[in-house]
Nanobody, 122 residues
Framework: QVQLQESGGGSVQAGGSLRLSCAFG???????MGWYRQAPGTEREAVAL?????KITSTDAMKDRFTIYKDTDMLYLQMNSLKPEDTAMYYC???????????????????WGQGTQVTVLS
């Protein structure tokens, strides 16, 4: 059973915006969730995390342009002022062992989506 399914990726001009969506199953509801990204030849990196209460964890560089939020069965990533270096495969992830104190490291996550490609054109 697919627990996480991303959508919303695509190609956009630099400076543009995209909103990624991740549909998740009821068994994931209430757990730590996050968005990660991986560009070719690089390690997968965290973009933003959100816990059961909606507390967000992100870096200063990310939160200036990227906003994570969720509702009952959808996780979103609003991305603004996109840059070519934001080009990557973006993944939705969930950690069904934690509801709070979400881990930043990717190996802390139990469930992953297939990813959605974001390409920012210069």
């Amino acid at each position: 059973q697919v627990q996480l399914q991303e959508s919303g990726g695509g190609s956009v001009q630099a400076g543009g915006s995209l909103r990624l969506s991740c549909a998740f199953g009821s068994s994931i509801r209430g757990y730590c969730m996050g968005w990660y990204r991986q560009a070719p030849g690089t390690e997968r990196e965290a973009v933003a995390l959100i816990d059961s209460d909606g507390k967000i964890t992100s870096t200063d560089a990310m939160k200036d342009r990227f906003t994570i939020y969720k509702d009952t069965d959808m996780l979103y990533l609003q991305m603004n002022s996109l840059k070519p270096e934001d080009t990557a495969m973006y993944y939705c992830a969930a950690d069904r062992r934690r509801m709070w104190h979400c881990r930043w490291r990717q190996d802390g996550y139990t469930d992953w989506g297939q990813g959605t490609q974001v390409t920012v054109l210069s």
